[in-house]
């Protein structure tokens, strides 16, 4: 992302680009890991598993 150089160039471009403002991005971040966190913990319960360096794949992929 070339946004610019400064932490106020970057939160704007976040704003900009995604709509969360600087006092929200942190809640953002953090509501978005545990998202994906919930989401491998399911595929693990089901036997799933990541392809590597792509993350989960919408198909089941069985071990």
Request: charged content about 30%; glycine content about 6%; aromatic content about 8%.
């Amino acid at each position: 992302m070339s946004s610019g150089k400064t932490d106020e160039d970057y939160y704007r471009a976040i704003e900009k680009l995604l709509g969360i403002n600087k006092s929200a991005l942190n809640h953002y971040l953090r509501e978005q890991l545990q998202i994906e966190s919930n989401k491998r913990e399911f595929d693990v319960k089901l036997g799933l598993r990541p392809l590597v360096n792509s993350g989960f794949q919408a198909e089941a992929v069985k071990q």
